[in-house]
């Protein structure tokens, strides 16, 4: 699955793109990359101060932007949309208590819905029949 994710550093460009080849430890400026078994390309778009990335990229890419990110601003772009912490995918792990629930969830959701079933198309039919008989 190919993605684009990017970041637009105004200020601090070269310095940014600097720390980014350090932290992928990309031999290659601009062209294919390979990390992993998955493939991606890395450009760097001088006249937009940009560093885009495209491809199969593994999430070592990404915490580099991230990296990059805070440490000399800019904005972070995931397929061309502005890219926030609070809008990405941050996942706390359940606490033992919720853990539990989702479980029983899992489990009496499905009884449940037998139960449904089986009061509307065979009880209900059953006492409207014994009535009317």
């Not at 070269?14 to 062209?31: I, P, T, W």
């Not at 940009?50 to 990404?62: A, L, M, Y």
């Not at 912490?85 to 479980?103: F, P």
């Not at 037998?114 to 009061?119: G, K, T």
Request: hydrophobic share 45%; charged share 25%; with cysteine.
């Amino acid at each position: 699955m190919s993605q684009v994710i990017s970041i637009k550093v105004p200020e601090h460009y070269e310095e940014a793109c600097v720390a980014f080849q350090k932290e992928m430890d990309l031999a290659d400026v601009n062209g294919l990359n390979e990390s992993a078994g998955q493939k991606f390309m890395v450009s760097y778009d001088k006249s937009a101060y940009e560093i885009q990335c495209e491809g199969d990229f593994p999430d070592s890419v990404f915490s580099a932007l991230v990296m990059v990110k805070d440490q000399f601003g800019g904005k972070l772009f995931y397929e061309g949309e502005e890219w926030n912490e609070k809008d990405g995918e941050v996942v706390e792990e359940a606490g033992s208590l919720e853990k539990i629930w989702i479980i029983l969830a899992i489990v009496f959701f499905p009884i449940a819905l037998i139960y449904l079933l089986i009061r509307v198309v065979v009880w209900i039919p059953f006492k409207v029949w014994k009535a009317t008989r």
